[in-house]
């Protein structure tokens, strides 16, 4: 018999968590303004808002922070990092900074602008764009366009890499003569359409395309490690070859990056900008001065740079990437054994529930992913995150709200942190949801939001 996936470690420290009551949860969830980031974390049992910054670092990472080198200029702990950076993605150049959206400020600061009217006429094609992405785009003026394949937008269409450009999508986008594009961002993997990697053969082609309009191509790389595997275990010709390897490969088709290291670099904080070209680090390292911190640490501590140069390279071994991505589809099948429509195939970081199939009597101006989030949080204290049309904010030309093609639970699983006992836990919660999912048929107004990224802070109150 094949022996099973089985995790590459053991625990050594454990962290309680507690259960609640119904009851409790009821008073909580209505304090928090039914917005699941208004709540206490000790509100929250299994917590699957995000896998950002909530993994567990290793003992060779803890053992780094001590080594941890505090200079303010040439660091120890830098240059550790520079090397790692150097080895596994082949870029010379890089900027730390505190975290993804910190590297996205100071990229776009150096390529669209630094000011809410820079980017007036500009376009940033890719693949779905991340939500701090598309809020640095456009609060520059700038366009986010988003050229991802149409097979993404349907959570029940079986396709290896729904994280994929589409390259007629992307010519339009690039042709247009009435606008421009300072740079294309390809997001791997693409978390907005549910953590769906994108193929070598469409980073590869992605960058030819770009090269002839002469448009550099950066990755908004967060999981570049998980779509790595999913080029190995999905790819045909890169079954034999290296996680290492296809690493390397996929970030020749790139001039940069910018890297949330809070996802695949499994630190609790941190981030940086890669570059190929000298110029283009020199142009931007104008702006990390100024908004991060010198060159050699960048809003990050000596130590966090020590224990991110150790976080990359495990998250690039095999036995850790099959347990991670296997625990993610552990969660995937329970649900769908289930009779639980979740975003096929299943994602890198993130199970994705189609609440338009979950809740189907709950209008969507009345936000039927955040409604079954709210449910799900009530009925056993699991916290996702909806990735619906409070997240898709209000369209910044009109101000009418969005509605995008999919109103999806993001259940987010952090790495090396839950067992799968958690994850049966989750299921079954969501089981008993559904079970009472028919009587579901009204949602949540909003009674407060914020100018743009709204999902984070608004304030709901229940439809009447
Ligand atoms: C998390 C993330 C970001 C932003 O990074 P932070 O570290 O949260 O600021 C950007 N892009 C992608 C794809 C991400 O997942």
Known sequence: MNLPWAEPYRIKTIEPIRRSTRAERESWIGSAKYNLFNLRSEQVYVDLITDSGTGAMSSAQWAEMMLGDESYAGATSYYKLKETIETVFGFPYFLPTHQGRAAENVLFSAMIGSGPESGKGLIIPGNSHFDTTKGHIEFRGAHAVDCTIDEAFDTQVEHPFKGNVDLKKLDAALSRKDVKAPLCLVTITCNSSGGQPVSMANLREVSALCRQYKVPVFFDS?????????????????????????????????????????????????????????EAWRKASTFNIMFEGFNTYGGMAGRDMGALSVGLREACELDYLESRVGQVAYLGQRLTDYGIAVQRPYGGHAIFVDAKKFLPKVPKEEFQAQTLGV?????????????????????PDTHENRYPALELLRLAIPRRVYTNAHMDYVAAALANVKERADGIRRGYRVAWEAPIMRHFTVELTPAK
């Open 222 to 278: 967060a999981r570049f490690a998980e779509n790595a595997y999913f080029i190995k275990t999905r790819e045909s010709g890169y079954a034999d070859k290296s996680i290492p390897a296809i690493v390397k490969e996929m970030f020749s088709y790139a001039d940069g990056c910018t890297m949330s290291s809070k996802k695949d670099g499994i630190v609790n904080i941190g981030g940086f900008i890669g570059f190929r070209s000298q």
């Open 375 to 395: 449910e799900l949080y009530l009925e056993a204290g699991v916290r996702g995150v909806e990735i619906g049309a409070l997240l898709a904010d209000r369209d």
